[in-house]
């Protein structure tokens, strides 16, 4: 049983990325605390067999978020049925390995398509009048990536740098109507992202990591979830711009690279 629990009761939230790691636990448990959700990713039927267990709160819709005009009619059709949203999350993120050597340029504009421009574009796009209430709370699921320099992960760690900085422009412009915007970034998590990653790094680098964390072990989706559901309440109401690291210790210099 969670220590901490939270009553989102007649709150809507769009989480993007919602089929799989830490957009699904998510979803999961914002279901849990009561409030309804538009779950977007480019696969659909993953987030169908949610659907079965909350079929009155969860409302999916298949997007490839480098679609960047794409979300208007989805995030329409989802007020129209369950009102206006009180914040999102953003945990859409791709990332291939690819040393400096053997990097093009559609390699780089590949991963900041998604990762980077699609967050921005989708904030636009969602803070707009008339979709989203007053005071929403949103968040980017950024990484610790963008402090520790990894080899081989150019394009991924400066797309997260790259969304933690744009952060800071955009709480600027956006609290004028309450809006809120906060990144969570953590260090290796179990995803399907990380264990691509695991596969392609070699040497079989997550097992490694997780003897070398100070804490002993990789993050899982439930260790992240918590952090970003504390954003999305009330509890945070006076946070904004800041980005909350999640990295069993990694930054403190006792770990190995992410």
């Not at 709160?57 to 007020?79: P, R």
């Not at 979709?131 to 520790?148: D, E, K, L, T």
Request: glycine letters at 12%.
């Amino acid at each position: 049983m969670q220590e901490v629990t939270f009553n989102f009761t007649g709150k809507n939230f769009a989480v993007i990325g919602a089929s799989s790691g830490i957009g699904k636990q998510v979803v999961l448990e914002l279901l849990d605390a009561g409030a309804n959700v538009l779950a977007v990713a480019r696969r659909k039927n993953l987030m169908d067999e949610i659907f079965k267990d909350y079929p009155n709160q969860i409302v999916t819709a298949k997007l490839d978020v480098t679609n960047y005009d794409g979300w208007n009619d989805i995030l329409k059709d989802f007020v129209a049925g369950k009102g206006k949203f009180n914040g999102s999350v953003y945990c859409a993120g791709i990332g291939t390995p690819t040393a400096l050597k053997s990097l093009e340029i559609d390699d780089l504009q590949k991963v900041m398509a998604t990762n980077f421009f699609g967050a921005v574009m989708f904030m636009k796009k969602f803070v707009r009048a008339g979709i989203v209430n007053g005071g929403s709370s949103n968040v980017w699921i950024s990484s610790a990536a963008a402090y520790i320099g990894t080899r081989g992960l150019t394009t991924y760690e400066a797309s997260k740098g790259a969304m933690t900085a744009a952060k800071r422009s955009i709480v600027c412009e956006i609290a004028n109507k309450k809006h809120r915007l906060n990144t969570v970034s953590p260090a290796w998590v179990e995803t399907p992202l990380a264990g691509d990653l695991n596969n392609s790094l070699g040497e079989n680098r997550a097992q490694n990591i997780s003897k070398s964390y100070p804490l002993g072990r990789i993050g899982k989706p439930d260790d992240i979830s918590g952090a970003i559901l504390f954003l999305l309440s009330e509890r945070a109401s006076w946070i904004t711009g800041t980005d909350i690291i999640i990295d069993g210790g990694a930054l403190t210099g006792g770990g190995d690279k992410l």
